[in-house]
């Protein structure tokens, strides 16, 4: 067939294939299914939560296959009007957004969102589309343009106060700025000017958050209290040893001495019952993750998906070390899941979006190169 009689049948063809990239769609599986191990032995006395997660797999997966099938040009055209529609609704939380344990977050419009989950792929969505309509002439100017396209959607989001939210859509910003080119220089001279203005930080941090920090110093010092989660993570992560206690068999899980132990805290049930040996194969799972990741953005036919394709597996990146340091007591306890293992639809089904997206990246650079 002749390449141009292809590209005539093309749309044609397209809307009928199921189109996943296997690696990628395999190593995603694979941990959903410890999750669900997981889940299985830490929810055993929240009925329901399996098949719940179950659910949320499902959706995950549709909206990777829908994210799949739309072309890096399509959600080029999309960047602007997400990213602003985000900022819109992070607005609309500020001003009579639901609060819930003292945070306003939510935003009730017949059902209710979560607007700060948007951001975590608009952010990297727009930045990508920001440089690469400048790709070639990109100087201070532009960084500068970025970084307030970046800091604000960031400073509205700590102030609900989500500060895990906040890191994590940070993050995903710098990282693009970084990949855009962004010289070593300059970067070291933000580490010094960040440190520099740890104190003003500390000043404007809640309370709550300034406690977070205190007990990753010191948990021992209210162990009944604010740094409860901090030590029993710990010692759920230590006493698995080499091999595990066994699935079900997790004292600390079953004895509910773990918080949070379905979501933000499913690290320390699967460490406490699958031990080293287990750690180390969800390690491994996690790097195949990422180097699948990296190895679709270093193949990316265009700057705008080198960009976002490179953004989005630093992102996973970051979910991981996040939530595995809080919950093994090396970093402050945060509102980070682990990816694609701890129960959540939000979460999930942004984890889902960000895949579909690299899967999308993939077979576009498949299309140019037939």
């Known amino acids: 067939m002749q390449l141009?009689?292809?590209?005539?049948?093309?749309?044609?063809?397209?809307?009928?294939?199921?189109?996943?990239?296997?690696?990628?769609?395999?190593?995603?599986?694979?941990?959903?299914?410890?999750?669900?191990?997981?889940?299985?032995?830490?929810?055993?006395?929240?009925?329901?939560?399996?098949?719940?997660?179950?659910?949320?797999?499902?959706?995950?997966?549709?909206?990777?296959?829908?994210a799949a099938n739309v072309a890096p040009?399509?959600?080029?055209?999309?960047?602007?009007?997400?990213?602003?529609?985000?900022i819109a609704l992070l607005i609309a939380v500020a001003a009579f957004g639901m609060v819930k344990k003292g945070a306003r977050r939510w935003l009730n419009i017949g059902v209710v969102i979560q607007p700060s989950e948007i951001m975590k792929i608009a952010m990297p969505l727009m930045l990508a589309w920001f440089f690469q309509k400048r790709e070639g002439n990109i100087g201070w100017r532009e960084f500068a343009v970025a970084a307030v396209l970046l800091a604000i959607p960031v400073g509205?989001?700590?102030?609900?106060?989500?500060?895990?939210?906040?890191?994590?859509?940070?993050?995903?910003?710098?990282?693009?700025?970084?990949?855009?080119?962004?010289?070593?220089?300059?970067?070291?001279?933000?580490?010094?000017?960040?440190?520099?203005?740890?104190?003003?930080v500390w000043n404007l941090m809640h309370g709550y958050q300034r406690e977070?920090?205190?007990?990753?110093?010191?948990?021992?010092?209210?162990?009944?209290?604010?740094?409860?989660?901090?030590?029993?993570?710990?010692?759920?992560?230590?006493?698995?040893?080499?091999?595990?206690?066994?699935w079900l068999q997790g004292t600390q899980a079953h004895l509910e001495f773990i918080p949070e132990r379905t979501t933000d805290f499913i690290f320390a049930v699967f460490s406490e019952e699958f031990g080293l040996v287990g750690n180390s194969v969800l390690l491994l799972l996690y790097l195949l993750l990422i180097a699948r990741g990296l190895l679709i953005a270093a193949s990316a036919p265009t700057f705008f998906t080198r960009l976002l394709a490179g953004a989005i597996t630093m992102i996973f990146f970051t979910y991981a070390f996040v939530n595995m340091g809080?919950?093994?007591?090396?970093?402050?306890?945060?509102g980070v899941p682990l990816?694609?293992?701890?129960?959540?639809?939000?979460?999930?089904?942004?984890?889902?979006?960000?895949?579909?997206?690299?899967?999308?990246?993939?077979?576009?650079?498949?299309?140019?190169q037939s």
Do not use: C
């Open 156 to 200: 509205l989001i700590a102030k609900q106060p989500d500060l895990g939210t906040a890191m994590l859509v940070l993050a995903a910003g710098f990282y693009i700025i970084f990949l855009a080119g962004l010289s070593w220089k300059v970067l070291i001279g933000l580490v010094f000017a960040v440190g520099a203005s740890l104190p003003v």
């Open 212 to 246: 977070r920090v205190m007990m990753l110093i010191d948990p021992t010092s209210d162990p009944l209290g604010k740094g409860f989660h901090i030590i029993q993570s710990t010692i759920a992560v230590g006493s698995g040893g080499i091999f595990g206690k066994g």
């Open 339 to 368: 990816p694609f293992l701890s129960y959540g639809g939000t979460a999930l089904v942004t984890l889902g979006l960000g895949s579909g997206i690299l899967m999308s990246i993939q077979r576009h650079r498949k299309l140019v």
């Open 4 to 66: 141009t009689e292809r590209r005539r049948l093309w749309p044609l063809i397209k809307p009928h294939l199921l189109v996943f990239d296997g690696p990628l769609a395999l190593i995603i599986f694979l941990i959903m299914s410890v999750g669900i191990v997981t889940l299985y032995s830490a929810g055993i006395d929240f009925p329901g939560r399996v098949e719940d997660q179950m659910r949320n797999i499902v959706v995950s997966f549709v909206v990777m296959w829908i």
């Open 326 to 334: 809080m919950v093994s007591g090396i970093l402050p306890v945060v």
């Open 73 to 86: 040009q399509t959600l080029m055209r999309f960047a602007v009007p997400i990213y602003t529609v985000g």
